[in-house]
Nanobody
Framework: VQLQASGGGLVQAGGSLRLSCAASGRTLSSYAMGWFRQAPGKEREFVASISWTGSSTYYADSVKGRFIMSRDIAKNTVYVQMNSLKPEDTAVYYC????????????????WGQGTQVTVSS
């Protein structure tokens, strides 16, 4: 499955952005999906995940209560709504897909999008 992430940009602290991840090649209906991010000089870290049914979501403590992940099966797209953004949220955000995953572990996902830059100014 090929993934295309979009929606990044520059936003002031306290603002919001919605990232999208559109899939092609295969339906996402049987894939668990995740968002990860990587800031300069840091390792890629888990942000959020959603089960293939959409019934279960999981968030990193750092974004819990501020980010909401969702999926639209009909559009073959997943989203993450990011609210109350902080400068420490600045990173390149990647979406990922996998059939059988440990949601917080990047190497368990088999397909990755190209990343979209999110910059939060203070």
């Amino acid at each position: 499955v090929q993934l295309q992430a979009s929606g990044g940009g520059l936003v002031q602290a306290g603002g919001s952005l919605r990232l999208s991840c559109a899939a092609s090649g295969r339906t996402l209906s049987s894939y668990a999906m995740g968002w990860f991010r990587q800031a300069p000089g840091k390792e890629r870290e888990f942000v959020a995940s959603i089960s293939w049914t959409g019934s279960s979501t999981y968030y990193a403590d750092s974004v819990k209560g501020r980010f909401i992940m969702s999926r639209d099966i009909a559009k073959n797209t997943v989203y993450v709504q990011m609210n109350s953004l902080k400068p420490e949220d600045t990173a390149v955000y990647y979406c990922a897909a996998g059939r059988v995953v440990v949601v917080t572990i990047a190497r368990s996902y088999t397909s990755w999008g190209q990343g979209t830059q999110v910059t939060v100014s203070s």
